[in-house]
Structures are given as C-alpha cells and as structure tokens.
C-alpha cells in the first residue's frame, strides 16, 4: 500500500504554499494579465489617450508579412540555438565526466559563460566579428571568406546562433554532467564486459538514461530562444541585415520599450505566450513519451 | 565616497532649508563633453539667482530617458524638463495634456519673449501650426560631410575644395579606390542623411502636408524618381567597391576616425570626436547634392533635441522654467554652447557672436552646418516630423540595407518604405485623432 503524509488541517498546506504562490501570481499571472489587457487596447505612448480596439492590434499582426516573416525566422533560431546548445554542451559533459585529472578546473570554465548578462554576450561576439576590425573575421578573410554580418544574412544569424548558443551551454553542461554522474558504473561495466563499444555504450545506455535530463533541457532551451535571447539580438544585429534576424521576442522589446507602441507589443508577446504554451504541451505530450524515468 | 556623497546630501539639505529655493528637475542624456556643458549651464544660472535650483540627471540614452519619463508621468512624477530627440517631437506634440507649450509658460511668465530671434530651421521644426512654440531648442545639429585629406592626397586628388555634388563623390571614391584605399565612402544615420535631409537638401517632399508638419495626415513620398536615382546611384557605387555599408545609427564613424573610410555624411555633432581624436588632417563640407536639380542646395534637416516642459507643475516652478530658458536664449551663453559642443546656435545673435569673434575663421568648417541652416526654408525643406518615426527610421534602415545587400532594387525598397511607413502614420494618426 501507497504510504501518504495527509495534512490534517485544511488551510496549512495553503499557508505554506503561499509564498510561492504570491510571487507566481505577482510576477507572472498578474503581468500575464496586464498583457492581455493592453493587447486590446490602443494608447498613445503617455498613455493619455486609451481606445479599446478589440482585435485590432492582432489584425494588423496578420497583415503584416514582416511579422509572418519572423515566425519562420524565429522557428530557425530557435532550432538551431536547442539543437547545437544541446548536442555540444552534452559533447562537451561527456567528455568532462572521463576526465580523470582536473575536472574541477573544466567544469569551472565551462561554467564561467552563464554569469555573462545576455546583452554583454552579444556585444563580445560582435567584437570578434566586426568586418573590419574584428579578431575571427580577419581569420576568416584569410581562409577565404568574406565575413560581413552587416549585410550578409546568413552570417547575421550565425553571430547571434553563435553568441546565444554559447551563453546557454553552461546550463546544459551542468545538468548533463549531474546526469552522467548518477548513471550507475555497474551499468556501464556490464555493457563492458558484454564486449560493448564506448560508441555502442553511449547509444544504448548512457543516452537513454539520460533522456529525462535532455527532455527537461529541450524545454528550457526552447523558452530561452524565445524569450531571453532579444538582448543578444539588440547588441549584435538589432535585428538586421533587413528583418533577417529580426525574431518575435525582438519585435516585442522593440515596439514595446523603442517604438513606445504598447498595444502592439502586448499583442506579440500574447502571441508568443500562446505558442510557447503550445510547445510545450506538445513536447510534453509526444516527445515525453520517448523519455524513459 | 560615501561620506563625500553624504556631506553633498547634507549641504544641499541645508542650503535649501536656508534659502527655500525651488527646485527644477530636468532629465537629459546629454554625455562627455556635452554632458559638463548641461551641468556647467545648471551651475551657472543657480548662482545667477537664489530662487530657483535647476537640477540636471543624467537619464540614460534619449530613448532610455523618454521611456523612463513616460513611466514617471503614468506614476504622476514626471520631471519638469524633459529633453527629447527630434523623432520624439511629433509624439510629444500629439500627447495632449502632457506638456505645456513654450510660449505658453513665457507669456505667463512675463519674460521677453520673441520667437523671431531663434533661427527659424532650428525653431520652426519645434512650431505648432499655430505659430506658438511648443518645445524649446537646445541641441540642434545637421547632416554634413567629412573626407580625409590625407587619402585625398594619397590618391592625388585637390584637397581644397571637398566634392560637392554626388558626381564628384563618386569621382573622388573611384580614384581613392584606385590608390588602393579600401572604404572609399560610408555613410552613418543612412535614414536622415540619405533620404530625410536629402529631401530637404533637394527641396522634394520626404512626406506629404509639408513633411507632417501640417497635419498628422500625412504620407510618405521617398518613391519619387530622384529619391530612386540616388539610392540607385549609391546601390551601384556599393557594388563597385565604393560605398562600403558600415551598419546602422553612429557606427560607422568610428571607421572615418580610424582611417579606414575616407569619406562620410553623418551629423555635426561628430565634430568634436573627429577633431578630439583623429590623427589626419580632415575637413568638413556641405553635404553632396545634384547639380541638375533645380533649387538644390536648399537646407539639411534638423536633428538632435529639444527641452520639453512636463504638465501639472506649480506656478512658480514654471516661472522659473521660463527665466532659466530666458537664460539659456541669451547670446553669450548661447554662443559659449554652441563653440564648445558643435551644435548649432538656436539664435540669430549667437551665431552672429560667435562670427564677430572669429571662431569660424580660427576652426574652419564650423560654420558648414550653420551655413546649410541659416537659410530661408520652404515648405518642403522645414523638417520632418511624423508619427512612429522612431519605428520608420528602422523601416529605413531594413530596406536600405537590402539595396546594399543586392537583394533589392532601389525602386523595390523605397516602395516598400512608402508602404510600410504610411501603414505606421495611418495607426499614429488613428490613435491620436480622437485628442
């Protein structure tokens, strides 16, 4: 039989679950709320002036192909910022879990990214590669290829993949290498003795067992390059060349805090809510399925 | 430090307890060299009078200043003045009951008062219809063209007189390429410097109603045939080599000072900069027009920022506001404003000042700016002034970069820049319509 602790009382688990409740609704309901709310409304930027419009300001969304654009832009940043800060960070844990000496110093550095501020990040990646003055551009010029982030695209994106990939992968790294670090050896051995390649070992032991671990950093990863990546973005590209980099969370920042237009904005981030809702309600009901706890 | 700071706090205390003086808050995002003249014009009106304080605070970026005044105003603790860049201009006119009109606070004040004194590009652009001033002008710059005379003699070309029509720049770029230099031209503020002030520049519309200075129902116009000509004329330039695209707002000058871009159109108030810390000889022209456009040269636009005066203030703190304004218009101080930032003089007695002095003849091409401003504007050439500007600079900056890329043509940008700006000033005039 299924032991349980009962609470007897009827108002104590509630007055112990209060703190956290107070600072969910405070910073994360009640702002969701308010966003709602501007996102039918049309206001000058003094906020003077408030006319419900219903839903105009989503109207004007759809009508816009430059913000349809940023939806497939988006998709693309995103993927690539999940993917490689996923692959190369669990690269990257794998090799520090064989590591016999030093790994304290390994681990320490790997981790050292994370307290960089979003906004820095971007402007150290900008650095590196400034067409005319930057350190890896003039490496790059010497291997044959014009670097020029300012009007290239695709290079654009890269820069901003690059620095937003980097910043995340402490992250990942940490919780991939606690993730190694309670495989059971005895697992591992056994395959060992079975005659099983380190290949073969990863493949079929040591990635499954941690399939609970990369489904967990898959969520946060998506929301990372949905939500937090729009300082990256400013410092680097502001968005450009043209609206190339220009993804959805950037638009918000910008049309709400630059272009004072907060109607418009609070209709984006709605948007952007509801499909980062929608992800994870489908990564939890078809991916989780393929995760073995 | 912290005992410094809280013997500061104490005096301060104590002086005001003394002498009940009225404090004035004013919010700007002036910095460097710019920033000691805020704080030096503070100084120097506090100890003209013992009634009124001017408090100036640093707030950050003009955009970091305007966002964080509009929270204050919603919190209901806005500061007095408030300094606001020019594509701010068209937003504050249209917030009603957020500011007081200049005029306005003058008049009530009793203080002298003429606003013919002021130079009528600098004013006009921070003019209601009606003729009242609504903000007052403190920095004011304009969109010229700086070029490197030691490349220009490297690639032997005459350094006395710079290029002066798009012809002769794209002449000078091509042998200056020859010579081997790689960034011939680059241009900063491509929105203001290649389209706005090269309407004006041109006497075409940029926008309809007289740029939107008449109404706020106005419409973008950069589509017309000179408008494709020129961004055409610079998208083959940049294919050639000739026009290098350093990227958006300010940054690329920091690619004329290092030497690396021989020429470049950016605003005035990068004089102080270039003569700060470049290490060639330099000079400064008008900006470039076409010689076969009749009536160019006209003038450049304005940019820079005006000082805005917050509602819902006491009396007496709006009367000194009007003496501290009174102060700032006076000539010498306005002429010692002027010399030391590079930005233009708002009044005709400054500049005329600043001439007898001989400041001009002692820094040559000082006076370039001055000279494109001081002229008498037509409907066409008064200034800029619309709504989501801020949004439309960026639209701006989108599509010209996709000229540059090759990705568009001249035509196919500037079409697109009609039309996504006049989506944005028929929201502007719609949210607005009903004040």
Known sequence: MEKRVVFRSPWLPWVLMAPQLTVIAV????????????????????????EWVGLENFRNLWNDPGYLASFYTTALFSSLVAV???????????????????????????????????????????????PSVGVLSYALRSLGVDWNHLLNGTHAMTLV???????????????????????????????????????????????????????????????????????????????GPGKETSILVYKVYYDGFKAMDQGSSAAQSVVLMVIVVALTVVQFRFVEKKVNY | ??????????????????????EIQWWHSMTAVNGEVVNDLAKNFNASQNKYKIVPTFKGTYDESFTAAVAAHRAGNAPHILQVFEVGTATMMAS???????????????????????????????????????????????????????????AGIDTAKAPGTWPEVALAAAKLKASGHKCPISIAWQGWTQLESFSAWHNVEFATKGNGMQGMDARMKVNSPLHVRHIENLANMAKQGLF??????????????????????????????????????????????????????????????????????????????????????EPNVQAATHQRT?????????????????????????????????????????????????????????????????????QEALDSIVKRGNELLERFEKANKKS
């Not at chain 2, 430090?1 to 009225?22: G, P």
């Not at chain 2, 013919?116 to 063209?145: D, H, I, R, W």
């Not at chain 2, 003849?361 to 500007?389: A, C, E, F, H, W």
């Open chain 1, 84 to 130: 490689l800060g996923i692959g190369l960070s669990l690269l990257l844990a794998v090799f520090a879990d064989r590591i016999v000496k030093g790994t304290l110093v390994y681990t320490t550095l790997l981790i050292w990214p994370y307290a960089v501020a979003p906004a820095v990040a971007g402007v150290l990646w900008l650095f590196m590669f400034a």
């Open chain 1, 27 to 50: 910073f994360f309901f009640w702002p969701a709320a308010q966003a709602l709310l501007q996102s039918l409304q049309q206001s000058d930027a003094f906020g003077g002036s408030v």
């Open chain 2, 342 to 410: 590079g930005y233009l003089p708002i009044t005709m007695a400054a500049y005329e000042l600043t001439e007898k002095s001989g400041f001009y003849g002692k820094n040559p091409g000082t006076d370039v700016g001055v000279t494109q401003m001081i002229r008498k504007t037509t409907d066409k050439s008064r200034g800029i002034r619309l709504g989501n500007y801020v949004q439309i600079r960026t639209i701006e900056d989108e599509e010209l970069e996709q000229v540059w890329a090759g990705k568009k043509s001249a």
């Open chain 2, 244 to 329: 290098v695209y350093k990227g958006r707002a300010n940054v690329p000058e920091a690619s004329f000072i290092s030497g690396e871009c021989a020429m470049m159109t950016t605003s005035t108030g990068f004089y102080g900069n270039v003569a700060k810390n470049a290490k060639f000889s330099w000079g400064l022209a008008p900006l470039p027009h076409y010689p076969d456009v009749p009536g160019a040269p006209q003038n450049t636009v304005i940019g820079g920022a005006s000082l805005w005066v917050m509602a819902g203030k006491k009396a007496d703190e709006y009367k000194g506001i009007a003496q501290f304004f009174s102060y700032l218009s």
């Open chain 2, 96 to 154: 009603k009951g957020v500011t007081v009109p200049v005029g306005k606070i003058m008049k009530d004040a009793g203080e002298k008062f003429d606003p013919k004194a002021y130079v009528s590009a600098v004013a006009g652009y921070y003019t209601a219809p009606s003729g009242e001033m609504l903000s007052f002008p403190f920095n004011s710059s304009t969109t010229v063209f700086y070029f490197n005379k030691d490349a220009f003699k490297a």
């Open chain 2, 1 to 22: 430090m912290k005992l410094k700071l809280a013997a500061i706090a104490l005096a301060s205390a104590f002086t005001v307890s003394a002498q009940a003086q009225t």
């Open chain 1, 161 to 239: 993949v690059m620095a937003a990939v980097w910043k995340q992968i402490s992250y990942n790294f940490l919780f991939f290498l606690a993730g190694l670090q309670s495989i059971p050896k005895s697992l591992i051995e056994a395959a060992a003795i079975d005659g099983a390649r380190p290949w073969r070992r990863f493949w079929t032991i040591v990635f499954p067992l941690l399939s609970p671990t990369t489904f967990f950093l898959l969520v946060i990863n998506m929301v990372y390059a949905f939500f937090d990546t729009f300082a990256i973005v400013d410092a680097a590209t502001q968005g």
